[in-house]
């Protein structure tokens, strides 16, 4: 069972809710990879407006776990105020930070992120710290409170899948009771399967569904990538090695 801040969850894929060519397949699209979290921006609805919020309607349909993110903020005082909008309007203590470094990577600031998580871990939220792969980084989230991290694979949207196994390793190793999520780069549900592979315990995701051709059959395809990587990690893979092993034995029974 996936553990975040104490809810336990059968299913370790986390979907975003942008860019699907419409509502409903937004909603087939969910229903399809049996996610239980669903993150949402806050400048998706409009929380002073009276009018009936159709995307906040179909959200709130699929009843499961929201997970609202302060996308597009790139200080800590922005996505502080963000943050404590989010919990007011969404009823939940569960908030996926993210604070934008640069416009054309979109890489997390890390000394905005620092800033923002230890003030809003004062102010009793559960934290999902979108961030780069940085040991040290992950280290400071961490003793300010943080169960949960959420390290990216490579920059929003690319699609390029992961760009550095080793970093993640490292922190799976150095954080074995951390909860780890893989949140953005991912492309492909092999990528996805890798990173669960790797020992990860969840994976984020959102383009890589909403702008296929079929984000239904997708989202589908993602649910099974990310199923089957899981059993592999737990069912242990053998090393690797530079020269060929024999499967049968020359000599002897084969057990």
């Not at 979907?15 to 409903?24: F, Q």
């Not at 089957?228 to 499967?247: L, N, V």
């Amino acid at each position: 069972m996936l553990d975040l801040y104490g809810k336990k969850l059968s299913s370790r894929f986390l979907i975003g809710s942008a860019k699907y060519p419409s509502l409903n397949i937004l909603k087939d699209s969910v229903m399809a990879s049996q996610a239980e979290v669903i993150t949402v921006s806050l400048r998706r609805l409009s929380p002073n407006s009276k009018r009936k919020n159709v995307f906040w309607e179909t959200i709130k349909s699929l009843n499961i776990n929201i997970l609202p993110n302060t996308s597009g903020c790139y200080l800590a005082k922005d996505a502080i105020t963000t943050a404590h909008i989010a919990r007011e309007l969404f009823e939940t203590n569960w908030l996926k930070l993210e604070i934008f470094g640069d416009s054309l990577t979109l890489q997390p600031n890390p000394y905005e992120l620092l800033k923002a998580a230890e003030h809003l871990a004062k102010h009793n939220f559960s934290l999902f710290p979108y961030m780069t792969d940085d040991l040290v980084v992950a280290n400071e989230l961490v003793n300010l409170g943080c169960k949960v991290l959420m390290p990216w694979a490579a920059p929003i949207g690319s699609g390029k899948g992961i760009t550095n196994s080793f970093h993640l390793k490292v922190l799976r190793e150095r954080f074995p009771f951390v909860t780890l999520i893989v949140d953005a780069g991912i492309g492909a549900p092999s990528h996805a399967a890798y990173a669960m592979e790797l020992g990860m315990d969840a994976v984020l995701l959102n383009t890589a569904v909403a702008e296929s051709h079929n984000p239904t059959a997708m989202a589908s395809a993602f649910s099974m990538a990310i199923t089957a990587g899981r059993k592999a990690y737990c069912s242990g893979m053998i090393p690797q090695s530079d020269f060929a092993i024999s499967s049968s034995p020359i000599v002897g029974i084969p057990f």
